[in-house]
């Protein structure tokens, strides 16, 4: 492979790089941030290797046409055009995708096989493992979550809480911890619920250090 001495053949190496980049921003936007996504080294690093994996598989698969490409990519594109874009649109943006989209998507028809490509290809981790692979105990908590109640205890000692269903929201990282509850709803001293609150459209709250937060099955309310 020659080194790039025009515009067109830098584009072409930086394009080598696109299945990689695609399929890390899908894997964080389908399965959220983990705590090394912080590190703009790492994401880099990660997009490259990835690259690297699909670059080889797709230089198997299309041995001769890669070969024309390696050989040169400017008479490739140039001579046939419309496959090479048909190329690169393939293998720089829907495969790295759908593979993605796969792995950790949460789509019925492939949670069955996607459950199966985790526990076959993707390292056994142990119980601790898998807590600290979420970026925070905070997403990890959250994520796990089901429709139910959530209270929390302030500083000063009041209790505020309700209703977290498919309306409320939480932060993930590495954005600052805060919920929303779609549902306000008045608690006594203790923390017990009394009742809903007249006219709530929810209730937003900054969870800082001082804060105490529960998460309670539906039967608690």
Avoid: C
């Avoid at 703009?40 to 990835?50: H, K, N, P």
């Avoid at 393939?90 to 069955?112: F, K, S």
């Amino acid at each position: 492979m020659s080194i790039p001495t025009s515009a067109f053949q830098l584009a072409f190496y930086l394009a080598l790089l696109v299945p990689g980049v695609v399929y890390a921003a899908a894997r964080v936007r389908l399965r959220g941030p983990r705590a090394a996504d912080g590190s703009v080294g790492a994401r880099i690093l990660e997009a490259i290797v990835a690259s690297s994996i699909f670059d080889a598989i797709y230089g198997i698969v299309l041995a001769d046409v890669a070969a024309q490409i390696i050989a040169d990519p400017v008479a490739f594109a140039a001579d046939k055009p419309r496959l090479a874009l048909t190329i690169f649109l393939l293998g720089g943006v829907v495969v790295p995708y759908v593979t993605a989209w796969v792995a950790y998507g949460d789509v019925p028809m492939l949670r069955r096989p996607s459950s199966w490509i985790r526990e076959t290809v993707r390292p056994k981790l142990t119980a601790s493992q898998q807590a600290s692979d979420t970026a925070t105990a905070w997403d990890f908590a959250n994520k796990s979550a089901v429709a139910g109640w959530v209270r929390v205890r302030l500083a000063e000692g009041t209790w505020v809480g309700g209703r977290f269903d498919q309306d409320s929201r939480f932060s993930t990282y590495p954005e600052e911890r805060d919920i929303f509850l779609s549902q306000q709803w008045r608690l006594d001293e203790s923390g017990q619920f009394l009742g809903p609150v007249e006219g709530s459209q929810g209730v937003w709250l900054a969870i800082n250090d001082g804060h105490v937060v529960e998460w309670l099955h539906e039967e608690e309310g």
